[in-house]
């Protein structure tokens, strides 16, 4: 985690920022809840946690920031509200969302996939692919089990 906010730190640098305590406190939240999907209300709950003199507003100002220079991108998943997502390192573009119906769970898949479609893209529509957000909306894994756990019980009930 160390390495990871050096790194950002660094980034901010080459951008004529600088990692104030605030941002700091911002990044490590971020880096602490790297699977999760945070708005920045959530974001700003958890590090009044530990930092109780950090405002709402400077959270916010600092999520745009990351957002702008690429550390994180900003995401909504249909209900309204922006979530900010830790980019992998050295990823050109931005990774997929596998978001569940049934107990809203959302999963990620890391990998582009996209690659014959983006060339389709260019190729067709003469479009520069930058990035893409892709979100799958279905019923997750653990659903599927739990589905089929109940309809065993239901036949070893009858
Ligand atoms: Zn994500
Ligand atoms: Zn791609
Ligand atoms: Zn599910």
């Not at 600092?62 to 997502?85: A, C, H, P, Q």
Request: proline share 1%.
């Amino acid at each position: 985690m160390e390495s990871r906010i050096e790194r950002i730190k660094k980034q901010l640098h080459s951008a004529s920022y600088k990692l104030t305590p605030q941002r700091e406190a911002t990044v490590r939240v971020l880096l602490e809840h790297e699977e999760d999907h945070l708005s920045a209300e959530d974001v700003y709950l958890l590090v009044k946690e530990k930092s109780p003199e950090i405002g709402l507003a400077t959270v916010y100002r600092t999520l745009e920031l990351l957002n702008e220079l690429k550390v994180v991108d900003k995401i909504n998943f249909g209900d309204g509200v922006s979530r900010y997502d830790l980019r992998q390192e050295g990823a050109a573009h931005f990774h997929h969302h596998l978001v569940c119906i049934e107990c809203g769970a959302v999963d990620e898949i890391q990998e582009d996939l996209l690659d014959e479609v983006e060339a389709v893209v260019e190729r067709d529509w003469k479009f520069q692919v930058k990035d893409h957000r892709l979100t799958f909306h279905g019923i997750c894994w653990r659903c599927q089990e739990k589905t089929k756990q109940e309809s065993v019980e239901k036949q070893h009930a009858e």
